[in-house]
């Protein structure tokens, strides 16, 4: 079945650590997107990507990093640098971004918490 | 700026009625697109219907149907027959105009969490 996968589901950080999270999609969509939701709020943009090897920042991008080396994988990395990453991290594709309907389909999510 | 604005933290509605989320948005581009996803207890977001700025009637699907009044830039969600597996967070987004450097990603509201008595 076409999806998007989120790995792990629950990730514990200490103080300190970059982690990453992965995100891999089987849609052939061309963007994916990062989005970091705290509790009881909206989501907020991380980075997004049109295309492979090119991407840019969101909203709330500090402290945060990806790569997109291939059409499927979308990595997000959470750094030391970043001072409250504990969130839930969903990640999202869509097929040709900001053509008409085109929604954006979402992964199960990656639920971080600094330790 | 884009900006989604959603005033109901919370709504209850009793089960087999109807229920409506508000949503209001603010924006400077005369193309644009909302949409309404839905985000039960698992967190998942489940995609629930889609309004473009130039499509000329409401939108539809199923038991959910959107209010677009485009001079007060409002999309508010209409969700009839409510059924036990509604209860849920309802989020309201808006996606960039086509073109430029942000074309295609989408500002979201605070959300409007949905309670449906039996």
């Known amino acids: 079945d076409g999806g998007i996968t989120q790995s792990p589901k629950y990730l514990f950080r200490k103080e300190g650590q970059n982690v990453t999270l992965s995100c891999e999609q089987n849609?052939?969509?061309?963007?994916m997107y990062w989005y970091r939701q705290d509790p009881g709020q909206g989501l907020r943009l991380i980075y997004y990507?049109?295309?492979?090897?090119?991407?840019q920042k969101g909203d709330i991008a500090e402290g945060y990093s990806v790569s997109r080396e291939k059409k499927e994988s979308f990595p997000l990395t959470v750094t030391s640098a970043q001072k409250n990453p504990t969130a839930f991290y969903l990640c999202?594709?869509?097929?040709?971004?900001?053509?008409?309907?085109?929604?954006?389909?979402f992964g199960p999510g990656t639920r971080l918490t600094v330790l | 700026a884009q900006k989604i604005t959603q005033t109901q933290p919370g709504m209850f509605v009793q089960e087999k009625e109807a229920v409506t989320l508000d949503c209001t948005y603010d924006?400077?581009?005369?193309?644009?697109?909302l949409f309404w996803y839905k985000q039960p207890s698992s967190g998942e977001m489940i995609f629930l219907i889609y309004?473009?700025?130039?499509?000329?009637q409401n939108a539809t699907e199923g038991r959910y149907s959107l209010n677009f009044q485009k001079a007060r830039k409002s999309a508010n969600l209409v969700i009839s027959a409510s059924q036990l597996g509604d209860s849920a967070m309802y989020f309201c987004?808006?996606?960039?105009?086509?073109?430029?450097?942000?074309?295609?990603?989408?500002?979201f509201g605070q959300g409007t969490i949905l309670t449906v008595h039996p």
């Open positions: 990507s049109q295309i492979v090897n090119d991407f």
């Open positions: 987004a808006m996606r960039d105009a086509a073109g430029g450097t942000s074309y295609g990603k989408l500002t």
């Open positions: 849609l052939n969509h061309d963007a």
């Open positions: 924006t400077s581009d005369p193309s644009y697109g």
């Open positions: 309004q473009g700025s130039y499509d000329q």
């Open positions: 999202a594709s869509s097929q040709s971004p900001g053509q008409g309907y085109n929604e954006q389909f």
